[in-house]
């Protein structure tokens, strides 16, 4: 089969590799029909190169048509329709049972000491080969997978594999008091659909910061207080607290992450990291790694006090500096996490309807074939050609 597999920095490449085959009894086999590009995938492209080998099949938001499944399986059926979510959970596990599928127990990493195992996602997460490909073996065929009707294009359902439980939980955690207020930091996929579900869920105030034109235009017209980053950079809590009777918004949700603009000493040390041997990059990754906190910061300084900061963006520094002091005399509540992708979908797949209230049926920018992901990943790293969000397909 075709898949995208990592050769190094900044080096993705469309290769011919085997087939998918089942592994065990409750296994299935998919054929991809649509599979999204992640923002998080660029942090592979760009600084997470220690923990991948290359061939490393990517991709983390795929659906498609079920093509054989194991004889322990008994919900789906070849030529069953299905979106398979970012994180691998059995759904029967302590963990699973109480709704952190990110954490589950029996496929957590415990070598690396981290969550959930991540299709296409580092050593870290297991190493599972990812859905940017044009099929995927996927386990736990029983709990898994999410069943979806046939008939509507694939734009309306992949979304329930991360980007739309992602952006949910994101919301729920910022804890956003009826008729409230929240900053989103970001307009990325993650950030411009949690700002379209706080809308949706009754937020009277949603600003909207980032620096790309195409992001700030498309949330405006969502509805959103667009603020450019450019304009506003070093006074950016200001005008927000001058939105909100000078107090700052109820909750600020950071959908930037670890590649955030500025902090340029921070930029430069993951680029470092990046040229050393991996083993040499692990360690140092690991125990004095760093981010760059810019949209952190923003966060404390932007949110109310007695308020909630809601952090979606992927982080992966070992040894980040936080002003807690600040942070304990705001009285700030602080929650994150990898989203329960599971946990999530019986909240969201009503609203996938003709009358599409969270806008997913025309939600990406470009789709392109699987042939040109290399291109595709540059764009989105380059923010080249007003790309926000691409469905690739096989």
Known sequence: MRALTWHGKRDVRVDTVSDPVLKERDDIIVRITSTGIC????????????????GDILGHEPMGIVEEVGPDVTPLSVGDRVVIPFNISCGRCFMCDRGLHSQCETTQVTERGTGAALFGYTKLYGQVPGGQAEFLRVPFGNELPIKVPHG???DRYVYLSDVLPTAWQAVEYANIPPDGTVTVLGLGPIGA????????????????????PARLSRAHRDGVKALDLRRHGKDLGDVVRDLTDGRGTDAVIDAVGMEAH???VAKAAQWGVGFL?????????ERVGVDRLSAVHAAIDIVRRGGTISLSGVYGGAADPLPLLTMFDKQIQLRMGQANVKH???DILPLLTDEDPLGVDDFATHHMSLEDAPTA????Q???DDMIKTLLTP
Not at 39 to 54: A, C
Not at 277 to 285: F, I, R, T
């Open 344 to 346: 999530w979908v019986g």
């Open 193 to 212: 659909m949690a700002a379209r579900i706080a809308l949706h869920r009754g937020a009277r105030l949603v600003v909207g910061v980032d620096l790309v």
């Open 382 to 384: 380059d923010k080249e």
């Open 39 to 54: 923002g998080s995938d660029l942090h592979l492209y760009e600084v997470m190169g220690p923990y991948l080998d290359p």
């Open 277 to 285: 041997p991996d083993a040499l990059a692990e360690k140092l990754m």
């Open 262 to 264: 500025g902090a340029p």
């Open 377 to 380: 990943y540059r764009q989105f």
């Open 152 to 154: 509507a294009p694939d």
